[in-house]
């Protein structure tokens, strides 16, 4: 079982950063891929960014050359560096990640957090 724990959101004005955190709980985060996701009001959940084991990363259309996904291994800690914010960022920030045992996937969320960026 994975636990996974975001912070850093917060208001920020638009052409701002800000930098979230995920720690994952558990000894296996060398091992299986995270990713971001962000839900605004009255929107689905979308993928922002993600960063596979082998340190492979993608991102959306609406963030690539803004957003940078990072990790840590020794910290059990995926990032998201996030750099000229615009108000159409705002949303809650979702980190994810899932696994496989016996054949079956397990997802995993944390909390969430928020990020609003003002105009």
């Known amino acids: 079982q994975v636990q996974l724990v975001e912070s850093g959101g917060g208001l920020v004005q638009a052409g701002g950063s800000l930098r979230l955190s995920c720690a994952a709980s558990g000894s296996i985060f060398s091992l299986i891929d995270m990713a971001w996701y962000r839900q605004a009001p009255g929107k689905q959940r979308e993928l922002v960014a993600g960063?596979?084991?082998?340190?492979?990363?993608n991102y959306s259309d609406s963030v690539k050359g803004r957003f940078t996904i990072s990790r840590d291994n020794a910290k059990n800690t995926v990032y998201l560096q996030m750099n000229s914010l615009k108000p159409e960022d705002t949303a809650v920030y979702y980190c994810h990640t899932s696994t496989r045992r016996f054949g079956r996937w397990y997802d995993y969320w944390g909390q969430g957090t928020q990020v609003t960026v003002s105009s």
């Open positions: 960063i596979s084991s082998r340190n492979n990363t």
